[in-house]
């Protein structure tokens, strides 16, 4: 453990940047740290504190790295959501593979739950909620303008995809709501991939079935 | 104004129950205040001092009226979804009839906020992810009971529409996702109104359209 002394920014000089050694080491550790704490407790609740203690080292040291929560946060969520080449996906099996891709990210080992934390902030924090929706735009509005029939209709499309995609990971994962974290995986691609295959391809002006 | 002095309640006995008069008034006032601050804030950073402020009050008046954030935080969100008689609306309209019920309760002149109080909270706060999860049974499912082909699925069923109904809530009116928020409600009657009928009458082992 390194241990720093509670003292220790007031004697040294901030704009050195971080010590040469072990630096790399530390900070991973800081990462998966705050990864953790903003999982569990959400952007509000979460204290650099708990995060030093998580990581074994003094909160200082936090501070050192990564200069405020807020940053921290953002070091975080560098959130790509790695989404297929859905150009070359066949047309019909669109709604599946959106809906695969999202589980086996979130319900992966390790699980990849950068989104679920955002997520959890955002319903309480505007600067999480801004970049929730700069993810929606530069990654899955951009991904449909490739594929959907009338480019003009990709953000509409997106947008319905959104609200049955981020409405399962919150029923699944965060309020967890018993029989949607009872289906399967099989299951919920068959089901919820019906409906996003609908937002994707079906005529806008008439969604019925 | 009804002006207490900050020492106030070390000089009265605190069992003796609310003022005889005005309580009720101030009880409102409190009550309006919170709902506020609770939906503006989410529970989480929603402060009793704040509730205090907003109703023009003392805090300790809000503790000695509610006893603790808790416990206001239940007053506020007694929720009751106030379904439709479900048995009673034409079976291929059941969709359209969800959709606009809750979208109605939402927007409506006042809006009924409070599920969304209620979800931004549940997303950092167990507690309250718990009410949810109460409310989703004893309403949600118990309604489905009634109007589908076989009960045993009314469960399975009413989790697939809280996904949809609730990311509808989280896209367009916590995350503000500006194409969910610009679509119009007749539009999104329509194209989430066809998703929420299809979880309610299509055959389970096979949604698809």
Redesign the interface.
Known sequence: MLYVNACWPTLVDMTAGPPPRRSDATRSRILRSARTEFAV??Y??ATIRGIAAGADIDPSLVMRYFGSKADLFDAIVEIDLRLPNLAKVPRRRLGETLVSHFLTRWEGDPADDALLTL??????DENA?NR??GI??HQL?AALVDIVSDPAEA??R???I???????A???H???????V??EKATLI???G??I???VT?D?R????
Chains 1, 2 share one sequence.
């Open positions: 407790a959400g509000d609740r997520l959890r902030s955002a319903a309480t909620a929730m929706r929606f735009r509005v953000a509409t997106a947008g319905l959104a609200t049955q995609m981020l409405g399962l919150l029923c699944r965060i309020v967890r709501l018993p029989p949607v009872a289906l068959e089901f919820v019906s409906t295959q609908r937002y079906a806008l008439g969604l019925k079935c």
